[in-house]
DNA sequence: AAAATACATAAGAATCGACTTATCTATTCC
DNA sequence: GGAATAGATAAGTCGATTCTTATGTATTTT
């Protein structure tokens, strides 16, 4: 849940991979596993890592697992981004504030 | 370069340590290792995965070297996260927009 | 020119991360 | 109830990362 976690979650292909396909939608495990060539442990385990960074939700569905993008979950990256007003002023500053009006 | 290579160099806290102490403005490699338990060749190495990422850049100045915050290093960060139309649509929509238009 | 300083590179050790197979639990289907 | 399905967890392997010490290359200082 912190940035820690979430930059090192990232830090994988397979990872990000799946994440762009849980923007397309909810997936379910199987459906998350599909085209990657990686036994459905390894699977499981990346899913688990997305879930300690925050970054996706689950919910229960009979016996299927149907995962979804946690919204909020890329927040503590923004936060991260908008440090750089040293660097990138500009920029970063209206990105903060764009972001805090949305929240609103 | 890629997305992938800054996400690696994200990954760890040292590093993104060193960025942080980069954005108060540029650091020679000494002064990037003070206050890190940790060898002078580490840091040397941690400083060459900030540069494979671009991340930073440097600029010789007699026996030392100046890095500072590569302004654009972030960009593929930013084009990732606007990825995320499907999932973060309205926020992430205009983002892209606005970036689009600092370019310019 | 010799010594000191700033940094990079090489090589190896230790730890971490991403996989595997085997197995477990929960649910659904027959 | 028994077999099949969806997924998680356990334990071990292997390669990648992150360190270390040793050494190399410029540059500056004396």
Redesign the pocket.
């Given at each position: 849940m912190s940035e820690a976690d979430i930059f090192?979650?990232l830090?994988?292909p397979?990872?990000r991979q799946m994440l762009e396909r849980l923007s397309g939608g909810e997936?379910?495990?199987?459906?998350?596993?599909e085209g990657l060539?990686?036994?459905?442990?390894?699977?499981?385990?990346?899913?688990?890592?997305l879930?300690g960074a925050g970054l996706i939700e689950?919910e229960?569905?009979?016996?299927?697992?149907?995962?979804r993008i946690r919204p909020d979950g890329m927040a503590p990256v923004v936060d991260w981004l908008t440090r750089y007003r040293g660097f990138w002023p500009e920029r970063v500053e209206r990105l903060k504030t764009l972001l805090r009006e949305m929240d609103q």
């Open positions: 090192k979650a830090a994988d397979t990872r997936r379910n495990a199987t459906e998350l596993r060539a990686m036994s459905q442990p390894a699977v499981s385990q990346h899913i688990a890592v879930r689950e229960k569905s009979g016996r299927q697992m149907r995962y």
